[in-house]
């Protein structure tokens, strides 16, 4: 089966280094990529976003199944589009609909899903500059500190946890009035703050049944000890010492079934990845947000633990046919520390060549984030350049292999926290 798979990040990396070992892979390609994944098929030289050119790929190319990475494809309605077109119905697709997208491209609707199917989330209330008046006093009465998410995709920059009750009106004024995150922010959710600790769980769902992947938790402040801006990762460890298995039942009865007996009660056309972004307060999982794609950087540890053939699975789901798969995984810890560009999640350069990549190794994996090829040499060319993810006994023990590569590693203002999974 020839494959496509769109993105070009640390995530789509990781994809392309699963889906290749795969049987079932006969040729892998990768649009638009980055120099780790052209190690694991061939890259093409359009963007995820460009309808046309893939579905031009997916006849010229004999692509079998499409596999979208980012979400931006998602709820732009790539499925969609692919699905109109009469001579692709063989085409096996890993992603939702426009609709069933909304799910990540809408916090509104994400909140109203999960009411309608008894899924615990924080309470809220949403609002836009028609009814903006009610939306000051609504959060004036709120405990702090007061959460603020734009409706839309904001490139993880859209949520705010305000600590004061004139910061939060503040930010409430210029997303919905000043356009703070653009048309993202013309509806704001405005919601409860919830206590506790974070974690990513992965399903893979064919509309109806679903299998559960390896659970992670990632490091998303730039600050050692969780201080600073927030990014769009740092890093990850899975598992999750935490999630222990009675934990772990009450996320299944809770969440995720209630989650994809949802999905199937409401018709939505969802064969895909769900992220679920939980937290755990006190005992009892809580959902902080959906995603219709996987996560980065857990995919970077998540991929490495599971020992099933990824594009089996993959195709079970395009197909309809995940019931009854079992799934396996490598019972060790892996932990992915990300490096980044100096001034990240700022301003920043690019363009700066990478020393030191270097082989991967049976212990450790180096998947390539933000950077692209110039003049024959690897250069930066993101805010997130690489990770190194590696397996251990302990977390402390992956870790500590995960830096011992990095420090072979070298670009021009490079940085990463030392300190993932430093509570474990």
Not at 4 to 22: F, I, N
Not at 125 to 154: C, M, S
Not at 325 to 354: C, E, L, N, W
């Amino acid at each position: 089966m020839n494959i496509l798979l769109l993105g070009s990040g640390g995530r789509e990396h990781a994809l392309a280094w699963k889906m290749a070992q795969s049987p079932l892979c006969d040729q892998l390609f990768i649009a638009p990529g980055n120099p780790g994944t052209a190690q694991c098929g061939t890259n093409l030289s359009f963007a995820a976003t460009d309808f046309a050119a893939i579905k031009q790929c997916c006849h010229d190319k004999g692509i079998g199944l499409v596999v979208i990475g980012p979400e931006e494809p998602l709820v732009k309605g790539l499925v969609n589009e692919l699905k109109r077109d009469a001579s692709l119905q063989h085409l096996l697709i890993i992603g939702p609909d426009q609709h069933a997208a909304q799910l990540e491209g809408s916090k509104a609707f994400a909140k109203a899903f999960m009411d309608r199917h008894n899924i615990p989330t924080a309470a809220y209330q949403e609002f836009t500059a028609d009814n903006y008046e009610a939306g000051v006093a609504y959060i004036r009465q709120q405990q702090l500190p007061v959460v603020l998410k734009a409706d839309g995709l904001a490139a993880g920059k859209g949520v705010l946890i305000c600590t004061t009750h004139d910061e939060a009106v503040s930010e409430f004024e210029q997303m919905v009035r000043q356009a703070k995150f653009g048309a993202a922010s013309s509806k704001v959710v405005v919601e409860a703050f919830l206590d506790g600790i974070e974690l990513s769980v992965f399903a893979l769902t064919d509309g109806k049944n679903y299998v559960l992947l390896p659970e992670a938790k990632d490091y998303k402040r730039i600050g050692e000890g969780d201080t600073g801006l927030n990014t769009g990762g740092m890093g990850a460890v899975s598992p999750v010492p935490f999630a222990d298995k009675a934990f772990m039942d009450k996320v299944i009865t809770k969440v995720v079934k209630p989650t994809i007996d949802g999905l199937a009660a409401e018709a939505f056309d969802y064969k895909g990845f769900v992220f679920f972004g939980l937290i755990k307060v006190g005992d009892e999982p809580m959902v902080i947000e959906y995603n219709c794609r996987m996560g980065d950087p857990e995919t970077e540890v998540v991929m490495p633990r599971l020992q099933n053939d990824l594009v089996e699975l993959l195709v079970a789901a395009g197909k309809g046919q995940l019931e009854g798969i079992q799934i396996q995984h490598d019972p060790r810890f892996a932990t992915t520390v990300m490096a980044v560009s100096g001034g990240y999640p700022g301003d920043y350069a690019k363009g700066f060549v990478v020393d030191g990549l270097g082989e991967n190794t049976a212990d450790s994996l180096l998947f390539h984030a933000g950077t692209t090829t110039k003049e024959g040499e690897v250069v930066t060319s993101g805010g997130r350049v690489l990770c190194v993810t590696s397996f251990g006994t302990t977390v402390a023990e992956a870790v500590a292999k995960s830096r011992e590569r990095l420090e072979g590693v070298s670009f021009e203002g490079m940085y990463y926290r030392k300190d993932i999974g430093y509570e474990f």
